[in-house]
């Protein structure tokens, strides 16, 4: 597609839920990025991948956070156990070797 | 580790009025530098970036020099429109042990009123 696409754009969850976050990279941008937002502030790194592989995932807060891009195209970032801290903007971001991090509008993510 | 500090907002103009935003950063090496507008309820768009010392950066009327002997990346608009009312973040990219990654400052809320 022309750009970054995420799914849902909007996601209220229960606390203790589980809940799954999608990201539709740019065709053809080999490394993809997680970022958490939260209210206010600047995005935070979460978790970095080239192609299929997860070469850095320094960023995940805990291990109820985990992702996954099993083909080298589409992400989902998971949350397991969901707690009202987990509530920010979950951003996936795309790139290629020239061209630089190109962001989707962002999921954001409710506990109740 | 790296870091990137902006100036606190939020920042109110007048139409017309001139902008400064000030960043600076702190880093090994010597990163690339971007900055980043979001509108409300959208994600981050690319505005400019830098990647070497006395780079300009430039888009849509904004400028930023990269400045390495003051660590600074400031942004500057000579006529702000209301259409530029949005958050503005300063960034630096780092590449550490195989990753890549961008450090983001806190970001800067500016509106413009007509």
């Known amino acids: 597609g022309a750009g970054v696409s995420q799914s849902p754009r909007y996601k209220v969850a229960k606390r203790g839920q589980d809940v799954a976050l999608r990201c539709d990279p740019i065709?053809?941008?080999?490394?993809l990025f997680w970022y958490q937002q939260a209210l206010g502030q600047g995005p935070e790194f979460l978790t970095y991948f080239q192609n299929e592989a997860q070469l850095d995932k320094s960023g995940l807060p805990s291990d109820r956070f985990f992702a996954e891009r099993p083909e080298g195209s589409v992400s989902t970032l998971k949350i397991q156990r969901t707690q009202q801290e987990d509530s920010a903007v979950y951003l996936c971001?795309?790139?290629?070797?020239?061209?630089?991090?190109?962001f989707g509008d962002g999921t954001r993510l409710s506990i109740l | 580790g790296d870091s990137v500090t902006q100036m606190e907002g939020p920042v109110t103009l007048s139409e017309e009025a001139f902008l400064t935003i000030n960043c600076t950063y702190t880093?090994?090496?010597?990163?690339?530098l971007f900055w980043y507008v979001q509108y409300p309820g959208e994600g981050l768009q690319l505005l400019l970036k830098?990647?070497?010392?006395?780079d300009k950066g430039s888009n849509k009327g904004f400028e930023a020099t990269y400045r390495k002997e003051t660590t600074s990346f400031h942004l500057e608009k000579g006529s702000v429109q209301v259409s530029d009312s949005a958050v503005y973040f300063c960034?630096?990219?780092?590449?550490?042990?195989?990753?890549?990654?961008?450090?983001f400052g806190k970001g800067t809320k500016l509106t413009v009123n007509p």
């Open positions: 971001a795309s790139s290629s070797r020239v061209r630089p991090q190109h």
């Open positions: 065709s053809g941008h080999v490394s």
């Open positions: 880093a090994t090496g010597y990163p690339s």
């Open positions: 960034a630096l990219e780092q590449y550490q042990g195989g990753s890549e990654k961008l450090v």
């Open positions: 830098a990647t070497k010392a006395d």
